[in-house]
């Protein structure tokens, strides 16, 4: 199992840009598929976007394509998510999730906190 910790969410104009972190506190976050999800209010958590073990990337929203960009140092078990150009409706709780496999698949074990993104208008 991952633990996991995000961090880097703030509050923005639209437009504006942030890079959200996630610290994996195992040896072993090299082999996980590592993912970021969010929860706006009074609806359902939805996937956002994830990276395979191998860095193949699996968006889960379209409206994020060209906006957001995953990526992961296994170095420093650490995986980021930048996000361009946000939109009020990015406004959410943001969360990271290790994956149970080392590819994109629907199985996530180890889920952190959260930290959130609230953009304005």
């Known amino acids: 199992q991952v633990d996991v910790v995000e961090s880097g969410g703030g509050s923005v104009q639209a437009g504006g840009s942030l890079r959200l972190s996630c610290a994996a506190s195992?040896?072993?976050?090299?082999?996980?598929?590592m993912g970021w999800f969010r929860q706006a209010p009074g609806q359902d958590r939805e996937g956002v976007i994830c990276?395979?073990?191998?860095?193949?990337?699996?968006y889960y929203q379209d409206s994020v394509k060209g906006r957001f960009t995953i990526s992961r140092d296994d170095a420093k078990n650490t995986l980021y998510l930048q996000m361009d150009s946000l939109k009020p409706e990015d406004t959410a709780m943001y969360y990271c999730?290790?994956?149970?496999?080392?590819?994109?698949?629907?199985?996530?074990?180890?889920w952190g906190q959260g930290t959130q993104v609230s953009v304005s208008s």
């Open positions: 999730a290790a994956n149970r496999y080392s590819w994109c698949s629907e199985s996530w074990s180890s």
């Open positions: 195992t040896l072993r976050f090299a082999g996980f598929a």
């Open positions: 990276i395979s073990r191998n860095g193949m990337i699996a």
